[in-house]
């Protein structure tokens, strides 16, 4: 079975300050992992995903198959960073079709 | 294009009765999701839909049902609505094949049962 730990239910930080949402996660195969953020009031938007290997508004996320982690981080919050972050896992459920498991979230709030 | 979009955006119910939330996509897109969005307990996965003509149970599917109409459009039917469904509906789509692809959200359903 799949699983996706997010630690941290809220975490604070101070604009301008360093950000790491952790993520950890359970799966026998290779894993898909991705970020999705949810900004007040508005739809879950993907943020980013490992494979891609990119930098979106800041935020990276290396995938650390030993340590079975995919934590976000970002050098310099800002206050728009404020929003919840979740972290998925895609895993193969037949039929050409794969799911996603979340993690249960992590509230960011950038205190200015 | 719309993306995912869903009806409604807000919904009170009396327990036992019953109601169908909407979702379309315009994305071409043969898989199909219905979440459900609770504090503290994140998104879980109540039904999806690999492609037109089929659907399969989630992590919590119980005092649901589904029904994918066509490619298009994915219901979720609560029968006889309990105060344990008050939450934030969220249906998803992507497209087919790889595992990496995207799933792409609607704007979300308030429900509340009384």
């Known amino acids: 079975a799949q699983r996706v730990t997010q630690p941290e239910k809220l975490l604070s930080v101070f604009k301008g300050a360093p950000v790491e949402l952790k993520c950890n996660y359970s799966?026998?195969?290779?894993?898909?992992l991705f970020w999705y953020v949810q900004y007040s009031r508005q739809r879950l938007q993907l943020l980013l995903r490992?494979?891609s290997r990119e930098s979106i508004k800041g935020f990276t996320a290396d995938l650390n198959k030993g340590e079975t982690s995919f934590h976000l981080k970002k050098p310099f919050a800002q206050e728009e960073d404020s929003a919840m972050y979740y972290c998925a896992l895609s895993g193969y459920s037949g039929a050409g079709s794969y799911q996603l498991t979340f993690g249960k979230g992590t509230k960011l709030s950038v205190i200015p | 294009n719309a993306g995912v979009t869903q009806t409604p955006k807000f919904q009170v119910l009396k327990t036992g009765q019953s109601m169908t939330l909407q979702c379309a996509q315009d994305?071409?897109?043969?898989?199909m999701y219905w979440y459900r969005q609770d504090p503290g307990m994140g998104l879980r996965l109540i039904y999806y839909s690999a492609s037109e003509g089929t659907t399969d149970k989630g992590e919590v599917p119980n005092g649901y049902n589904v029904s994918r109409l066509n490619k298009r459009e994915f219901s979720l039917r609560l029968e006889s609505a309990a105060p344990s469904q008050t939450s934030v509906y969220f249906c998803?789509?992507?497209?087919?094949?790889?595992?990496?692809?995207?799933?792409?959200f609607g704007p979300g359903t308030r429900l509340t049962v009384l």
């Open positions: 998803a789509s992507s497209a087919e094949g790889q595992s990496y692809n995207e799933q792409f």
């Open positions: 994305m071409n897109h043969n898989s």
């Open positions: 490992h494979i």
């Open positions: 799966y026998s195969g290779s894993p898909e």
